[in-house]
């Protein structure tokens, strides 16, 4: 891996070799590069393997997925109902066999992770237990660019409880003329509204700038001033490192078909704090899989909350959305992410200097420059017309590099430590360079 150190740790531009050949020698070092046969890589109509971008959108399948979907669809042949118990992996316990790898990717205990239901479920059932505002407590704060849908989960929730947004949502912009957030600034306002705050909610890292949030500090600050701190882990988990448990975050949650690559509308997971864990009285809603296992088919008429995370599970998991997800940790698990950490700050640092070598004037990068301050993604805002943009768009597309298109003007692309090498890294730059110039 020294090489490897050695170039990220950045000689200048001008003595740097950013040469395929430099690119090939990098992958030759490369520890993790025999992972991307693991995966199956998408081809365009002409059979050709297209460079594949977009991991932080849909990450590619693992090819033990299919086996471990295979055995249940088979167990569920051959066993029917006795499958829950009888299966390979009893399906009534198989969501944990989720948690060890989730709570290893979160930082976590096993105890304070579950896989259940998908993302915006998982924000609103934590909301019904860590955003409960009272006449002096009821403000939410967010990103003022927050994904839609955990806007309209926190704004929703709001009106649930007879608040309206204009007066109880504190939407953080990042200063006039930049792009993304100021630790500094969260924390000031988190301050300011101290007594008011009943819930700051934030991303791990942002969908849109790729920006990698100093959350400790934050969720520090939000704790100080009384209120719940949750985090949106959607492009974070598998991409950056987390270490919930010790940051003292109250929940978190995300969804495990980005960065998890464990499939279409896979299964998604949530973080509980052991300290909420533990607390049987914290309202929820509840449901049978999430009552103690020993007397669930008791059905006593009581509900009676396993401890930990699993104690917020309403109903059986899905088997066949958990299955691929188990193949993929398993990946994981082998990697290990301080590896894979280490080679995505390499591989996304080569490419912003390919970029800014290649493509000056062209596009500006509006992902932090620092690696501590992103993960893999890089946003670029193609600095053309809006459907000079968007022709440019479609030439990427039928030159086979898949990144992700954010209306008006932001291409998203994601060089995957896991299966993307320093080679695609240089070949994916080209083809930009070729579209932004035709
Ligand atoms: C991808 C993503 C979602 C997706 O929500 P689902 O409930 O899984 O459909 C939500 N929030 C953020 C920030 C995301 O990036």
Not at 128 to 141: H, I
Not at 146 to 173: N, T, W
Not at 219 to 243: P, S, Y
Request: some cysteine; proline content about 6%.
């Amino acid at each position: 891996m020294r090489s490897l150190r050695h170039h990220h740790a950045g000689p200048s531009l001008s003595q740097e070799d950013l040469s395929r050949s430099a690119a090939s020698a990098l992958d030759a070092a490369d520890p993790l590069l025999s992972f991307a046969q693991e995966f199956h890589h998408p081809c365009d109509s002409a059979g050709r393997k297209v460079l594949y971008f977009g991991g932080h959108s849909l990450g590619l399948q693992p090819k033990a997925a299919a086996g471990m979907l295979e055995q249940e669809l088979g167990d569920w042949r051959r066993l029917g109902v006795l499958g829950h118990h009888d299966a390979v992996r009893p399906w009534i316990p198989y969501h944990e066999l989720a948690a060890p790898g989730l709570a290893e990717l979160v930082g976590g205990l096993a105890s304070e992770v579950v896989a259940m239901n998908s993302l915006t479920v998982n924000l609103h059932l934590m909301m019904v237990s860590f955003f409960r505002p009272d006449a002096a407590r009821n403000k939410v704060l967010i990103e003022s660019s927050a994904f839609p849908s955990d806007r309209y989960a926190v704004v929703s929730q709001l009106e649930f409880h007879g608040l309206d947004a204009a007066r109880h949502l504190i939407e953080m912009k990042p200063r006039a003329g930049e792009r993304t957030l100021r630790t500094e600034d969260v924390i000031e306002r988190i301050e300011q509204e101290g007594s008011r705050l009943a819930l700051v909610l934030l991303p791990s890292v942002q969908y849109l700038t790729g920006q990698s949030l100093d959350v400790e500090p934050l969720i520090t600050a939000g704790r100080r001033a009384g209120a719940n701190v949750g985090l949106d882990l959607a492009h974070a988990i598998g991409n950056t490192e987390q270490r919930l448990h010790d940051w003292n975050c109250d929940f978190a949650v995300w969804c495990s078909y980005k960065y998890l690559n464990a499939g279409p509308g896979a299964v998604g997971g949530c973080f509980v704090h052991e300290r909420h864990g533990r607390d049987r009285k914290r309202p929820r809603f509840a449901g049978w899989w999430g009552h103690n296992q020993a007397e669930r088919f008791l059905y006593d008429p009581t509900f009676d909350p396993i401890e930990g995370a699993q104690g917020w599970q309403i109903s059986n998991p899905p088997i066949l959305s958990t299955a691929p997800l188990l193949a993929s940790l398993d990946i994981f698990r082998r990697a290990g992410m301080p590896a894979l950490r280490e080679k995505s700050i390499a591989l996304t640092g080569f490419m912003q200097r390919l970029i800014e070598h290649r493509l000056p004037g062209l596009v500006e990068i509006i992902t932090p420059g620092a690696a501590q301050h992103r993960g893999c993604q890089l946003s670029l805002r193609i600095l053309r017309p809006a459907d000079e943009a968007k022709r440019c768009q479609r030439e990427l597309t039928a030159r086979g590099l898949i990144g992700d298109w954010r209306e008006p003007d932001v291409l998203r692309l994601a060089p995957i430590p896991l299966y993307n090498s320093f080679a695609d890294v240089f070949d994916a730059t080209d083809i930009l360079a070729v579209a932004l110039r035709a």
